[in-house]
């Protein structure tokens, strides 16, 4: 028998994953703010992953699966590569710029 029980390793599962959900949620909404857009599409993936935990269809679980991937893509391309708006929005001013980095010479 292992150290840690099944349920000890749910329980350490289940706080590890809201420990670093709740971040990650933030820093998602804030970005989807910036971008104009509601802060409620970070909630996509979460609910993808709830739902598809629920399911106990083996076709539905194939389709929340490639539903999934083809989200995550777009979240990567809608959170790290696509720009935020350039003037005032809804939400507020952007973001000040990052300070630019000089490389010493």
């Known amino acids: ?6 349920a000890t390793a749910r329980s350490l599962r289940l706080f590890l994953g809201a420990f670093v959900l709740a971040p990650w949620l933030a820093i998602d909404w804030k970005r989807f703010h910036d971008r104009g857009r509601t802060g409620l599409l ?13 399911v106990d269809q083996p076709s ?3 389709a929340l699966s ?9 979240l990567v391309y809608a959170l790290a590569f696509a720009k935020g ?12 710029p990052w300070p630019s980095r000089k490389v010493a010479s």
């Open 1 to 6: 028998e292992g150290v840690v029980t099944a």
């Open 42 to 54: 970070a909630l996509i993936c979460p609910g993808l992953a709830v739902v598809s935990r629920v």
């Open 60 to 62: 539905i679980a194939v």
């Open 66 to 74: 490639w539903t999934q991937l083809c989200v995550a893509l777009w």
């Open 85 to 96: 708006d350039a003037h005032e929005n809804r939400f507020g001013p952007p973001p000040p």
